[in-house]
């Protein structure tokens, strides 16, 4: 039962229940109250009164109506299932495709979607109750076939899709009837149903008969069904009169929107202005200054780290002095309130929302002359400090990438490097940011600005990807640390927590990486369009409605 401490919520419970109250009114006047969409969604399945007045009868969804338009930065480059983890795949794909899992907006607790329950019933094997009468938009059932062939196709060491830097131990899923799946992972893995949160379940038969249309066509199960895809416009989904949600009492949202469209555009006062005149309803990654010009301005802690990846192979920053100078050479708190108009000074890639978040570390000083001296100092030892560095940014990545960049490449030829910056198309970028150390050129030189989303809330994942030798995102390379990482992912609780800390640590001192801020997000939304942002960044159009 919804409850609310002023007694507004309660009388809005009786009213509905004495029939004074439709649903829709029921819905409008929650709203006003200040209720976020999910509450609103569980107050009207929670109020038999509200079906009055020729409304839907009580667990029946409103009809959804109306359209929301999202100003996006950046076009999507594929629609397949596993590029869910990426903040540019999420907005659109989390709406079309469910995963087992997902994570309750308010709490951040994982919370059922396909699967009801879950379990682990030894030290490798976790089992999962799925939910029943669940449909691909296409009409394909979802069963526990369906759910192990995704998971297994996703996580696949052989598709090697950019998710599985992700994945902790390998993993194969089973059905063990036609409603539970159990997922045996190589070693023990105590936080598989969050790795499983991370991916949507794609539809088996496209995948195996139709693969050409995978990245422009997706089929879920979700809310939304994907409608159209005009690159370079638009995207655009409509509600999924079949959703298992429209129902179910822990669909944890409500449909209530019919429409759904994202366009594309680079610039922040553009997506500001479209959500001030109307053109669209939601503005993402928003400027402050442009955000408070929009009618409502959302600002949300996130789990969005900026960061710089270094090129541990080049001949300059081979050299941890180097990887040292360059930290000192970035004023973070600076950056943080003069480019991104807030935020706080990072000192590793997560927040303290993950496990293994290492609370004694602090952010590396700014200090430009002790970086000119560790530069002197390796230049007279023989480094080629004189070897170019490239600071790159992948195009409409996040807000002012490219001033960033810009600073970075400055701040570092100030000390005595060689650098210069540059904004790379997405493919591009993609396609080299993707190369593990082991095959990246030592004249390449990259100094990646890229943000980093610790949705996982764990730091094996963060520390799988980039800390690690063999990680697919990974320029830097510590057998030593690969060592202490692999000790500390089969152990739980605290126990786990000060093992990946320690990693954490090990990392930190190394210079393995340029921590720079914990990243607040903008939102500009319509005056009458209600929603909450989220810590994982997901934009669920199931979580938002019109007042």
Request: hydrophobic share 40%; proline share 7%; charged share 20%.
């Amino acid at each position: 039962m919804v409850r609310s401490n002023d007694g507004v919520i309660d009388r809005l419970i009786e009213d509905a229940a004495r029939g004074r109250l439709s649903r829709r009114d029921l819905a409008r006047r929650a709203a006003a109250a200040g209720l976020a969409a999910p509450a609103i969604a569980l107050l009207l399945r929670s109020t038999p009164g509200a079906a009055a007045q020729g409304s839907p009868a009580a667990g029946a969804a409103v009809e959804p109506t109306g359209k929301v338009v999202l100003a996006m930065t950046v076009e999507p480059d594929t629609l397949e299932n596993w590029r869910a983890y990426s903040t540019d795949g999420h907005p659109v794909i989390r709406n079309v495709q469910e995963a087992l899992l997902n994570r309750d907006p308010v709490t951040n607790e994982l919370v059922g979607e396909l699967a009801t329950a879950w379990e682990q019933t030894d030290e490798v094997t976790w089992r999962f109750t799925l939910r029943e009468g669940v449909t691909f938009h296409n009409g394909d059932p979802f069963n526990a076939e369906v759910a192990a062939f995704g998971i297994n196709y996703t996580w696949s060491p052989e598709n090697n899709f950019q998710i599985y830097q992700y994945v902790g131990p390998d993993m194969t899923a089973t059905a063990v009837d036609e409603y539970t799946v159990d997922v045996v992972t190589e070693a023990p893995d105590p936080i598989l149903p969050s790795r499983l949160y991370f991916s949507p379940i794609p539809n088996m038969i496209q995948v195996q008969e139709r693969p050409e249309t995978l990245p422009d066509q997706p089929i879920g199960t979700g809310p939304y069904r994907f409608v159209e895809w005009n690159r370079g416009q638009y995207i655009r989904l409509a509600a999924n009169p079949d959703w298992w949600g429209n129902t179910a009492d822990d669909a944890h949202g409500a449909v209530s929107i019919n429409e759904v469209e994202y366009v594309f555009r680079p610039e922040s006062a553009v997506r500001a202005a479209m959500v001030a005149t109307g053109e669209a309803q939601l503005g993402r990654f928003l400027s402050p200054e442009d955000c408070q010009t929009t009618p409502k301005c959302e600002t949300a802690s996130s789990v969005e780290t900026i960061f710089l990846r270094l090129d541990t192979m080049h001949p300059a920053m081979a050299d941890p002095r180097i990887r040292q100078a360059i930290g000192l050479a970035i004023d973070k708190q600076g950056v943080a309130d003069q480019l991104f108009g807030g935020g706080e000074a990072a000192s590793q890639l997560v927040g303290p929302s993950a496990t293994g978040y290492n609370e004694e570390l602090e952010p590396y000083p700014y200090d430009l002359e002790q970086a000119r001296a560790l530069v002197a100092e390796a230049a007279a030892d023989g480094v080629a400090v004189d070897a170019p560095i490239r600071v790159v940014t992948r195009q409409g990545i996040y807000l002012r990438n490219d001033e960033f960049a810009q600073y970075v490449a400055t701040q570092l030829s100030d000390i005595g490097l060689t650098a210069t910056s540059e904004v790379i198309e997405i493919a591009q970028y993609n396609e080299q940011y993707d190369i593990n150390y082991a095959d990246v050129p030592e004249d390449r030189g990259w100094i990646g600005t890229n943000p980093h989303g610790n949705e996982i809330m764990d730091v094996s994942s963060t520390a799988r990807a980039y800390y690690s030798c063999e990680g697919g995102s990974s320029t830097y390379c510590n057998p030593a640390l690969d060592e202490a990482l692999n000790a500390a992912i089969p152990l739980t609780g605290d126990e786990r927590a000060a093992a990946l800390a320690e990693v954490t640590r090990m990392y930190y001192e190394d210079y393995g990486s340029i921590p720079i801020l914990h990243m607040p997000l903008n939102y500009g939304l319509a005056a009458n369009l209600e929603w909450t942002p989220r810590l994982d960044g997901f934009m669920l159009v199931k979580e938002m409605s019109y007042s």
